[in-house]
């Protein structure tokens, strides 16, 4: 690892090995019941001291990752990964699928009448939408941010699912709905100063931002959601023969 990249910015040296350790565990670079490389394996790794490591190491013991152990090592106890993936899929059926009795916990971050945000490219507006931006959290864990612009005559139609349900099984279920355009785009970015404290995560941590955008059969704009997703939360599992 590049000492100067590590060292580049201001966080303390201790958060970024415990960071490095942590992200190899959850991706399984080391199984349960293994040891961690040892303490002088990682000072010359990461180009820091042992007291470095050490604090590193305390951090993960606090989660329940580890388990040091006097003269044999540090070992990997087994542990509940804390994210549920979201899979990325390539079609509106499969993602209406994937969210199809999903209950996350919502909580309301701005709820009123507006227009379509800037950049929307894709369809002719409806004119009035009504947004509602909020936070999604499963078991405890912030897992993304979104804003939705659903337009106000389906919004009107939906109020109460759409206050306390996901938005794209509603939409997709209603027989008065034809969808003819459904386009999705996905970037890896790094979060702001308000995306870090609603997700309760590290200023410029990788976060995945995606725009939905849903038209009806005249091409007018009946959704928009811009959500921003922790980077540890989405997967990208695609079959490249289908």
């Known amino acids: ?6 060292r ?11 960071e490095v350790l942590r992200q190899r565990i959850l991706r399984k670079v080391w199984q349960a019941g ?3 490389p040892t303490v002088n394996e990682l000072v010359e790794e990461f180009q820091v001291a042992r007291v470095t490591v050490r604090e590193a190491i305390k951090i993960l013991e606090s989660e329940g990752l580890v388990d040091p152990r006097r003269g044999r090592g540090t070992v990997v106890l087994a542990h509940k990964s804390p994210t549920r993936p979201l899979h990325v899929v390539t079609s509106l059926s499969e993602l209406v699928d994937v969210y199809r ?6 909580v309301s971050l701005e709820d009123r009448v507006t227009e379509l945000p800037e950049g929307v490219s894709t369809g002719t507006s409806a004119g009035e939408y009504h947004m509602l931006k909020r936070m999604h959290s499963r078991d405890g864990q912030r897992y993304c941010v979104i804003t939705l612009y659903l337009a106000k005559a389906i919004f009107d139609k939906h109020e109460t699912e759409f206050r306390t349900c996901l938005a794209l099984p509603v939409l997709f279920d209603d027989p008065d709905i034809d969808i003819s355009i459904a386009r999705q785009r996905l970037l890896v970015s790094k979060c702001d100063m308000e995306t870090a404290m609603h997700l309760d995560i590290p200023l410029g941590e990788p ?7 849903l038209c009806d059969a005249n091409e007018t704009i009946l959704y928009v ?14 079959n490249l023969l289908a």
Do not use: C, W
């Open 1 to 6: 690892m590049s000492n100067s990249k590590f």
């Open 8 to 18: 580049k910015d201001r966080t303390p040296l201790y958060l970024k090995v415990a």
């Open 34 to 36: 293994e040891f961690l």
């Open 101 to 106: 009795g999903d209950v996350p916990d919502l």
């Open 207 to 213: 976060v995945a931002e995606v725009r939905r955008i």
């Open 225 to 238: 959601a811009d959500v921003i997703y922790r980077g540890d939360y989405i997967q990208l599992d695609m």
